[in-house]
């Protein structure tokens, strides 16, 4: 990992195609969860395909708090997890407030220990992200959920959850996790309608099938997960990095280039290779991996629209916005689904891009020419972006809060470079 990532800096300089490979890692939105499954066994963990980003050994720090044993060698992408201690219910504030995914404790910790105290988790800055439809969901298989402003206390009477059919509002992904994480240890069979379906979930959905839960419907919107006494431990490989993929993808058609990503599920990918053709890029699908190219007439505009799996994943929206930059003709994108995710609009609007943003639509005109410009105070997939619309301006481009970046993104810099990316990390 990045040394003083906090105090770190991107420049970027354009006008170079990437070109070249890129191996995938094991996915950001899958492996935080995984490690919170790990509360739930009675052996060990041991997970491979682990990413080397910053949220990783922060994930540990919270769950060492609980009890956990982690072993971790970043170098072999490799975790190894096991409950040593009698769980505590609390985990540790700091660690639990500097990334979401330390929500995903709450399910297990109420589903092993009957009860569960956590601060507020923390995480990008890019809407609200109520935790609501996770305490709304607890409190149907029989939780006591008290609320502040600091934390949230949960509570099963008894020491054990009963299961009960739930019906999401809304697709959540967290809700989803958290929610068959606990009924996998709950009395009797928990109905989950209206779940998410991303394919992080079936990842974890799985591992815990290995496990030893019962989890019926893995992968569609409902699933029957029928309550077990005990979990034992697994080995698992971490499903890929969609969105590190996609990323990667948009890099070589935005710039010029041809890049190939390997360890890749394209099936996972469905919509965003879709919009890529239609833009004119060339993409060719092969067993583990997929190859795009830039079309040789220019990029063509298309409309995105981001929703929940199998639709447009939002985590490429930014990403996918900087190519309709440079698309020649008016491109539309609807973001559905976190409502601070055009925040990003008025930096690349500082780079000469033409974005008219009404509500949760934006209209893109292009091709506008990109120049380079400090950005600050973006989120993962934002600051991912900017990087790219480095990649196509001129002049220097400087990145800041890069931070945020070695969240999700392992290796970042180092990969853009054997691309052939003109890309540093600097002293902010």
Known sequence: MPPESRASAFRVRGGTPLE???????????????????????????????????????????????????????????????????????????????????????????????????????????????????LDGLAAMGAEVVRSEADVHVRAPGGRLRGARITLDFPSVGATENLVMAAVLADGRTVLENAAREPEIVDLCRMLVAMGARIDGVGGPTLSVEGVPRLDGAVWETCPDRIEAGTYLVAGVLTGGRVRVERVRAGDLTLPLRKLRDAGAEVVVEDGAVTAAAPRDGIRPVDVVTLPYPGFPTDLQPQMMVLLTQADGI??????????????????????????????????????????????????????????????????????????????????????????????????
Do not use: W
């Open 20 to 134: 070249g490979t890129v191996h995938l890692s094991g996915a950001k939105n899958s492996v935080l969860k995984l490690m919170a499954a790990a509360l739930l066994a009675d052996g060990e963990v041991h997970l491979t395909a682990v990413p080397d980003i910053t949220d990783v050994p922060v994930m540990a720090a919270v769950l060492a708090g609980l009890g956990v044993r982690v072993d971790h060698d970043a170098v072999a992408g490799t975790l190894t997890l096991a409950v040593v201690d009698a769980v505590p219910t609390t985990p540790p504030r700091d660690a639990v407030t500097r990334i979401r995914a330390s929500i995903a404790c709450l399910g297990p910790l109420v589903a092993r220990r009957g009860e569960a105290r956590l601060a507020m988790p923390g995480g990008d800055r890019i809407g609200a992200r109520s935790i609501d439809l996770h």
């Open 331 to 428: 491109s539309r994108c609807t973001e559905n689904v976190f409502e601070s995710r055009f925040s990003f609009v008025d930096q690349l609007r500082a780079m000469g891009a033409d974005v008219v943003v009404d509500g949760h639509h934006a209209m893109l005109s292009g091709p506008t020419p990109l120049h380079g410009a400090e950005l600050s105070g973006l989120d993962v997939r934002a600051g991912a972006a900017g990087v790219l619309a480095g990649l196509v301006a001129s002049g220097d481009t400087l990145v800041r809060d890069v931070h945020h970046v070695d969240r999700g993104y392992a290796g970042f810099v180092a990969r853009l470079r054997a691309l052939g990316g003109d890309v540093e990390r600097v002293d902010a």
